[in-house]
């Protein structure tokens, strides 16, 4: 987070990250069995919610939970549609989407469709906060305590090197289409590393998975919420503090990223309707936990989103039915 992580917010200071390779494919089915079946209703006196699905598993299971109780408890068809998350502004300002259910912060496209054409409204917060920064793993930590200051990075700069990274120490970075600013802080901080993008989020979690489990040093970019985090233990690197506006200028940055409570939004002729999933939506909210376990049955346990979202609905009762709207 993302991601991380994701876009603007990883700009503005938390993106990030996030998706899975089997995680994705089971989004993927999910997405074309949900598109179908929208198809298949011919309109008419259909119910019809159209939802963005972000590339991240853990915003994944946000939709899919919510898509599995608009279908079965009040009678919707849920279309999805994956996309990253600018584009996604873009079409729920348009009524393309309905509602975006886990946004990491993007100041620019709430200026424009917020504050400016009003073509999108606030639908509260998602309950999780998002936070990005760097990590180290806990064994690195513990074994050189001051490496988690980032006063001392150029002091271990040889423990990172790697082929790709030359003579300097290689920086990790996550999914190419989380915005970050990892390249400006390690020029700003006068850091001797080399920023080496992982690839897809598939990749970076893989490529992570194996250094640790090999107990070899890395430094990289990482997020909470990550289902990850029940199976690494990491330490975060101490960057200078983030202040507001600390992050303005994205070539100038030399702070660290922010806590940011993740935030939904709807198209706002969407949420003037005041309908069930409107208001369903609305009432939408979950904690870290909550969501880290739905993705783990997804990216771990290997279960489809839908699955995983049916399988939490059934243990959750409790939760759940307070987000249905009042008849």
Same mark, same amino acid.
């Given at each position: 987070?993302?991601?991380?992580?994701?876009?603007?917010? %990883?700009?503005?200071? %938390?993106? %990030?990250?996030?998706?899975?390779?089997?995680?994705?494919?089971?989004? #993927?089915?999910?997405?074309?069995?949900?598109?179908?079946?929208?198809? =298949?209703?011919? @309109?008419?006196?259909?119910?019809?919610?159209?939802?963005?699905?972000?590339?991240?598993?853990?915003?994944?299971?946000?939709?899919?939970?919510?898509?599995? #109780?608009?279908?079965?408890? #009040?009678?919707?068809?849920?279309?999805?549609?994956?996309?990253?998350?600018? *584009?996604?502004?873009?079409?729920?300002?348009?009524?393309?989407?309905?509602?975006?259910?886990?946004? +990491?912060?993007?100041?620019?496209?709430? &200026? %424009?469709?917020?504050?400016? $054409?009003?073509?999108?409204?606030?639908? @509260?917060?998602?309950?999780?906060?998002?936070?990005?920064?760097?990590?180290?793993?806990?064994?690195?930590?513990?074994?050189?305590? =001051?490496?988690?200051?980032?006063? $001392?990075?150029?002091?271990?700069? @040889?423990?990172?090197?790697?082929?790709?990274?030359?003579? &300097?120490?290689?920086?990790?970075? @996550?999914?190419?289409?989380?915005?970050?600013?990892?390249?400006?802080?390690?020029?700003?901080?006068? #850091? $001797?590393?080399?920023?080496?993008?992982?690839?897809?989020?598939?990749?970076?979690?893989?490529?992570?998975?194996?250094?640790?489990?090999?107990?070899? *040093?890395?430094?990289?970019?990482?997020?909470?919420?990550? +289902?990850?985090?029940?199976?690494?233990?990491?330490?975060?690197?101490?960057?200078?503090?983030?202040?507001?506006?600390? =992050?303005?200028?994205?070539?100038?940055?030399?702070?660290?990223?922010?806590?940011? *409570?993740?935030?939904?939004?709807?198209?706002?002729?969407?949420?003037?309707?005041?309908?069930?999933?409107?208001?369903?939506?609305?009432?939408?909210?979950?904690?870290?936990?909550?969501?880290?376990?739905?993705?783990?049955?997804?990216?771990? =346990?290997?279960?489809?989103?839908?699955?995983?979202?049916?399988?939490?609905?059934?243990?959750?009762?409790?939760? +759940?039915?307070?987000?249905?709207?009042?008849?």
């Amino acid at each position: 987070m993302t991601t991380h992580t994701p876009t603007d917010f %990883r700009t503005h200071a %938390r993106t %990030r990250g996030r998706r899975a390779g089997l995680a994705a494919a089971g989004v #993927l089915a999910l997405l074309t069995v949900n598109a179908c079946a929208a198809a =298949d209703t011919g @309109g008419g006196d259909t119910k019809t919610v159209s939802l963005h699905t972000p590339s991240w598993v853990g915003a994944e299971v946000n939709t899919a939970v919510a898509a599995y #109780l608009l279908e079965h408890e #009040l009678g919707y068809k849920v279309k999805t549609q994956q996309m990253d998350e600018t *584009p996604a502004w873009d079409a729920m300002s348009q009524g393309k989407i309905d509602a975006i259910l886990e946004d +990491w912060g993007h100041p620019q496209e709430e &200026k %424009r469709y917020v504050q400016g $054409n009003k073509s999108v409204v606030s639908a @509260g917060e998602l309950g999780v906060t998002g936070h990005i920064g760097w990590f180290v793993p806990k064994y690195l930590a513990d074994e050189k305590p =001051d490496i988690t200051d980032h006063k $001392n990075l150029n002091k271990y700069a @040889g423990l990172f090197k790697t082929p790709e990274s030359g003579d &300097k120490g290689q920086f990790i970075k @996550g999914d190419p289409s989380y915005v970050s600013h990892d390249n400006a802080l390690i020029k700003n901080l006068g #850091l $001797n590393y080399k920023p080496i993008e992982a690839g897809a989020e598939a990749t970076h979690l893989a490529q992570l998975e194996q250094l640790y489990k090999n107990k070899k *040093p890395f430094l990289t970019y990482w997020w909470t919420p990550q +289902w990850m985090n029940a199976t690494m233990d990491l330490v975060e690197v101490k960057l200078p503090p983030y202040a507001e506006g600390c =992050d303005a200028d994205k070539k100038a940055v030399a702070c660290a990223y922010p806590d940011v *409570p993740l935030k939904k939004w709807m198209n706002a002729d969407f949420a003037k309707e005041d309908s069930e999933a409107a208001r369903f939506l609305k009432n939408f909210k979950w904690t870290t936990e909550q969501q880290n376990l739905v993705a783990k049955y997804v990216a771990a =346990d290997k279960m489809s989103p839908e699955k995983a979202a049916e399988k939490w609905v059934e243990e959750n009762e409790s939760t +759940w039915k307070a987000w249905l709207p009042k008849k």
